[in-house]
Nanobody, 115 residues
Framework: QVQLVESGGGLVQPGGSLRLSCTASGSIFSIYAMGWYRQAPGKQREFVAVITTTDSTNYADSVKGRFTISRDSAKNMMYLQMNSLKPEDTAVYYC?????????WGQGTQVTVSS
């Protein structure tokens, strides 16, 4: 079992920045990749970014150049630095952890980009 807790969401103006954090606990040795997804009202959950245990990363086209995913294995934490935020980035952001056969999810953190 892996437990994930997100934090760092909030209200920010367009063009602003936020940093989301995801803390992992439990059977973290089994994780080979972690990522961020988001879900806006009335829309399906969509991929944002992923990072592997070898620090390979990948991003959705909509966030490339604006968002940066990173991790601190010593602290069992993953981050999403979000810059140049746009109103269309408004969503609940979820972190996930991938193990062999099971994907775990956090409870989500709300990000609202509005003036």
């Amino acid at each position: 079992q892996v437990q994930l807790v997100e934090s760092g969401g909030g209200l920010v103006q367009p063009g602003g920045s936020l940093r989301l954090s995801c803390t992992a606990s439990g059977s973290i040795f089994s994780i080979y990749a972690m990522g961020w997804y988001r879900q806006a009202p009335g829309k399906q959950r969509e991929f944002v970014a992923v990072i592997t245990t070898t620090d390979s990363t990948n991003y959705a086209d909509s966030v490339k150049g604006r968002f940066t995913i990173s991790r601190d294995s010593a602290k069992n934490m993953m981050y999403l630095q979000m810059n140049s935020l746009k109103p269309e980035d408004t969503a609940v952001y979820y972190c996930d952890a991938n193990t062999r056969g099971v994907t775990y999810w956090g409870q989500g953190t709300q990000v609202t980009v509005s003036s």
